[in-house]
């Protein structure tokens, strides 16, 4: 019997992604969870054969999440399921241990594509991400300056970089301004920059946005 996690905050797409593996998987489990709390408790106390997981979580990353499953399951397959763009995400989710990562938009037999790979122990990556990855493997040596950032300073220079404010961010993040703030320092000092309109330039060059 096969045993799913969904974790997404958002009640609608939840249940879209619920539904699909219902349907491909009639006597199945398919649990869900809104946030860390609820994902953590699920993963030692179910037996569980995948997650399904959001990376816009309230309160933290779903990428710190994501490694914090690894840690304490390393074999339970993690499918990252997300609506930022694969060259936004998908190499630091697959280097954090992820089976795969899906745009929220794939078709209902590309996300069962994906789940039964990785049940399989195997990897889900598009074509594109696997260019990606083999890239920034081989230059390694020469990482792009936004490789330095942790997840969370990545996060929010994704939001700075799209035209977010502190405060805007701050709300989606669920974080105090001053923590943002903080954030937000560390990834100019990081980065070498000075102001947010260098780190947008910066992200259009790298298309990191558009």
Same mark, same amino acid.
């Given at each position: 019997?096969?045993?799913?996690?969904?974790?997404?905050?958002?009640?609608?797409?939840?249940?879209?992604?619920?539904?699909?593996?219902?349907?491909?998987f009639p006597?199945?489990?398919?649990?869900?969870a $809104?946030?860390?709390?609820? +994902?953590?408790t699920?993963?030692w106390?179910?037996?569980?054969?995948?997650?399904?997981?959001?990376?816009s979580?309230?309160?933290?990353?779903?990428?710190?999440?994501l490694?914090?499953?690894?840690? $304490?399951?390393p074999?339970?397959?993690?499918?990252?399921?997300s609506?930022?763009p694969?060259?936004?995400?998908?190499?630091?989710a697959?280097?954090?241990?992820?089976?795969g990562y899906l745009?929220?938009?794939?078709?209902?037999?590309?996300?069962?594509?994906?789940?039964?790979?990785?049940?399989?122990?195997?990897?889900f $990556?598009?074509?594109e +991400?696997?260019?990606?990855?083999a890239?920034?493997?081989a230059?390694d040596?020469?990482?792009?300056s936004?490789?330095?950032?942790?997840?969370r300073?990545?996060?929010?220079?994704?939001?700075i970089s799209s035209?977010?404010?502190?405060?805007?961010?701050?709300?989606?993040?669920?974080?105090s301004?001053?923590?943002?703030? +903080?954030?937000? +320092?560390?990834?100019?000092?990081?980065?070498?920059?000075?102001?947010?309109?260098?780190?947008?330039?910066?992200s259009?060059r790298?298309?990191?946005?558009?």
């Amino acid at each position: 019997m096969v045993r799913v996690l969904v974790v997404d905050d958002h009640p609608l797409i939840r249940r879209g992604i619920v539904q699909t593996l219902k349907d491909e998987f009639p006597d199945g489990i398919i649990t869900e969870a $809104v946030d860390a709390v609820g +994902t953590m408790t699920a993963v030692w106390e179910q037996g569980l054969d995948l997650v399904l997981l959001d990376l816009s979580l309230p309160g933290r990353s779903g990428l710190d999440l994501l490694k914090e499953i690894k840690s $304490v399951r390393p074999k339970l397959p993690v499918l990252i399921v997300s609506m930022h763009p694969e060259e936004q995400f998908a190499v630091r989710a697959l280097r954090a241990g992820a089976a795969g990562y899906l745009s929220k938009d794939c078709p209902p037999a590309t996300l069962l594509q994906a789940a039964r790979r990785a049940m399989a122990g195997g990897k889900f $990556v598009t074509p594109e +991400t696997a260019e990606r990855l083999a890239s920034e493997l081989a230059a390694d040596t020469a990482k792009p300056s936004h490789e330095q950032l942790s997840d969370r300073e990545y996060d929010v220079f994704l939001r700075i970089s799209s035209g977010q404010s502190v405060s805007d961010i701050a709300n989606t993040l669920n974080l105090s301004v001053k923590t943002v703030s +903080t954030y937000r +320092t560390r990834v100019l000092q990081k980065m070498g920059k000075h102001s947010n309109a260098e780190l947008i330039q910066y992200s259009i060059r790298n298309h990191l946005v558009e």
